[in-house]
């Protein structure tokens, strides 16, 4: 007797089923999977954090999503998800340490996540420091938009609903920052 061919589950779906049961060995897969891309957005939409700073946000959102598994439908969305608490971790330590930000952004590049490895070429790095001054220069709001659509890849559907603003306002947002960043060119 032939074996239908084996269904590829979403491996997502099965860790999100073993952490709502109670097995916190789950998480490990999933933060494999998504602590880069989660630490990297927070990196470009809070460079004030630092390297340190987002390794320690990046730990604290998989941390609040434990907290939140009883209000989560997993459909396929757990980076949306996992980006929206980041987003809203990054806004309230703003909203805390404003002062500290601004001082941070003051005194340094490391503050801004532009550390590079000794291997990389001196045009790479300056690019780096250019997309990460240009992204420092915009607005917050802008700045979200743009590492989340362009940078880290999401549609304007998974943005609007990280963000929790509309698709329209993520387009507006998105277009006012490519305008800021033509007219700054």
Request: net charge positive; proline share 4%; no cysteine.
């Amino acid at each position: 007797m032939v074996k239908p061919p084996a269904h590829h589950e979403d491996p997502d779906a099965n860790d999100v089923r073993l952490l709502q049961d109670g097995d916190l060995r789950a998480l490990a897969p999933l933060y494999e999977r998504y602590g880069g891309e989660v630490r990297s957005m927070l990196l470009r939409t809070s460079p004030a954090l630092g390297p340190e700073g987002a390794d320690d946000l990046a730990q604290e959102v998989f941390l609040t999503f434990i907290d939140t598994l009883d209000r989560y439908q997993h459909q396929g969305k757990l980076r949306s998800w996992l980006y929206g608490i980041a987003i809203r971790k990054a806004r309230a330590k703003r909203r805390g340490y404003w002062l500290r930000s601004a001082l941070r952004r003051e005194h340094g590049v490391a503050a801004s996540g532009t550390a590079t490895a000794a291997d990389r070429t001196a045009e790479r790095v300056e690019a780096r420091e250019r997309i990460s001054a240009a992204l420092d220069a915009m607005p917050h709001t802008q700045r979200e938009v743009v590492v989340l659509r362009l940078i880290q890849g999401l549609t304007g559907e998974e943005t609007a609903r990280v963000l929790g603003i509309s698709e329209n306002a993520v387009g507006t947002r998105l277009h006012r920052a490519r305008q800021a960043l033509e007219e700054g060119a």
